[in-house]
Each structure stands twice: as structure tokens, then as C-alpha cells.
Nanobody, 124 residues
Framework: QVQLVESGGGLVQAGGSLRLSCAAS????????MGWFRQAPGKEREFVAG????????FYGDSVKGRFTISRDNAKNTVYLQMNSLKPEDTAVYYC?????????????????WGQGTQVTVSS
């Protein structure tokens, strides 16, 4: 079956950086878009970033624009999330997701496959 496996989470001080990776495996359809979401305790799932199959189109949530960058390497079936200038409010479990091409990249209900999540903690 299709699997998405995130890595790269951890503990970092405010102002620091982390790079998350998400590797896809299994019989996933092509092309597929990918997205990153996050969920903090007691809060709803939040769209972070999305990317088209070619990588030429990227989208970001308002709270991370200018600080986070999404990219992908289709040869490796991997999507990345470079997170800079991290803030304590970025603390959450980060999930990657894969879905068919769509303008609904920010809609978590659109995605067919999800990773297990990776914890990101930003200390003040």
C-alpha cells in the first residue's frame, strides 16, 4: 500500500531552522500533489504548504509565508519543508499528505494519503 514517512522533526530554539522530509512509497498514482499540514494540541489541523507535481506551483499558509519553503524531488518521491526563523507557535505535529492535482491544496479533506506525523517543538 502507499506509505508516506516523515522525518526531520525535533527540538529547536526560536529563530532556528529545521528541514522536514516526506518519502512516498507504494503504488501511488501519478501525477500527485503534496502538502504539509500541522496540528497543535487543542487546535484544528492547519494548512502549511502545498506543491504541484512539477514543483513550479507552491502555496503557503499565511502564518508561514516568507519563512517556510516547500520543494520536491520526484526522482526520490520525496517532498521537503525547509523551515526557517522558527517561532514557538510553530510547535506542532507536522503531517505530509498526497493527493490528485487540484486547486484544493489547502483542504485537508482532499488528500488521499497521510504520513504518521513528526513532532516539531520550538522553544522560546
Amino acid at each position: 500500500q502507499v506509505q508516506l514517512v516523515e522525518s526531520g522533526g525535533g527540538l529547536v530554539q526560536a529563530g532556528g531552522s529545521l528541514r522536514l522530509s516526506c518519502a512516498a512509497s507504494g503504488p501511488i498514482y501519478s501525477p500527485y500533489y503534496m502538502g504539509w499540514f500541522r496540528q497543535a494540541p487543542g487546535k484544528e489541523r492547519e494548512f502549511v504548504a502545498g506543491i504541484s507535481w512539477s514543483g513550479r506551483s507552491t502555496f503557503y499558509g499565511d502564518s508561514v509565508k516568507g519563512r517556510f519553503t516547500i520543494s520536491r524531488d520526484n526522482a526520490k518521491n520525496t517532498v521537503y519543508l525547509q523551515m526557517n526563523s522558527l517561532k514557538p507557535e510553530d510547535t506542532a505535529v507536522y503531517y505530509c499528505a498526497a493527493g490528485p492535482p487540484s486547486s484544493r491544496l489547502s483542504d485537508y479533506e482532499w488528500y488521499d494519503y497521510w504520513g504518521q506525523g513528526t513532532q516539531v517543538t520550538v522553544s522560546s
